[in-house]
């Protein structure tokens, strides 16, 4: 089993990244995908879920109306396209993978995780 976070970066504030999540070895379409994010000293939260058929999406408050959440099941991927980004998305973005159905995304009911890829938002 394999989730690979990628695409971070160094970005200005006010500026766009997308991240991808590229899984393999288990049934993806049977996953549910979340996007969480550490910052340095503080906790992991949870930023984003959709669901298996992308039928629905979730967002943190903080990142309501700025990032994007989408899959594409034939290839395999989560992408999380995040505009207007500002220094507090600075973070290590992880994404990661629920068996569970329902619109619950704690860090305690995912399956799989990926190694994370670093966001830093310069002001």
């Known amino acids: 089993v394999q989730l690979q976070a990628s695409g971070g970066g160094l970005v200005q504030a006010g500026g766009s990244l997308r991240l991808s999540c590229a899984a393999s070895?288990?049934?993806?379409?049977?996953?549910?995908i979340g996007w969480f994010r550490q910052a340095p000293g503080k906790e992991r939260e949870f930023v984003s879920g959709?669901?298996?058929?992308?039928?629905?999406?979730y967002y943190a408050d903080s990142v309501k109306g700025r990032f994007t959440i989408s899959r594409d099941n034939t290839k395999k991927m989560v992408y999380l396209q995040m505009s207007s980004l500002k220094p507090e998305d600075t973070a290590v973005y992880y994404c990661?993978?629920?068996?569970?159905?329902?619109?619950?995304?704690?860090?305690?009911?995912?399956?799989?995780w990926g190694k994370g890829t670093l966001v830093t938002v310069s002001s």
């Open positions: 959709i669901t298996r058929s992308s039928a629905a999406t």
């Open positions: 070895g288990f049934n993806f379409d049977d996953y549910a």
């Open positions: 990661a993978a629920k068996r569970a159905a329902g619109n619950y995304f704690a860090e305690t009911v995912m399956n799989y």
